[in-house]
């Protein structure tokens, strides 16, 4: 069983920069695609960005120039450095990892992040 725990979000003032961190137990991270999910209230859960085994990445348009993901598969941490923010990117972060050789799709409980104006 893989476990996703997420930290580093809090409450920044718009402009700020926030530096999410995702920890996964297993042994499946290095064979893992892995990805960063949020939630805003009244809104439906939406892809931010995404980085696959290879290092390859993938940002939602209104991230990009913005935020970045990386992973230290030594660590079995994936990370999303968060500049620039606005008070649109106020939801609750989601990390989430997909087995390469699998079909179950994993997911940490989420951490907030709240942009003020």
């Known amino acids: 069983q893989v476990q996703l725990v997420e930290s580093g979000g809090g409450l920044v003032q718009a402009g700020g920069s926030l530096r999410l961190s995702c920890a996964a137990s297993g042994s499946i991270f290095s064979n893992s695609d892995m990805s960063w999910y949020r939630q805003a209230p009244g809104k439906e859960r939406e892809l931010v960005a995404s980085?696959?085994?290879?290092?390859?990445?993938n940002y939602a348009d209104s991230v990009k120039g913005r935020f970045t993901i990386s992973r230290d598969n030594s660590a079995n941490t994936v990370y999303l450095q968060m500049n620039s923010l606005k008070p649109e990117d106020t939801g609750v972060y989601y990390c989430?990892?997909?087995?390469?050789?699998?079909?179950?799709?994993?997911w940490g409980q989420g951490t907030q992040v709240t942009v003020s104006s």
């Open positions: 980085i696959n085994t290879r290092g390859r990445t």
């Open positions: 989430t990892a997909q087995y390469i050789y699998g079909l179950d799709r994993y």
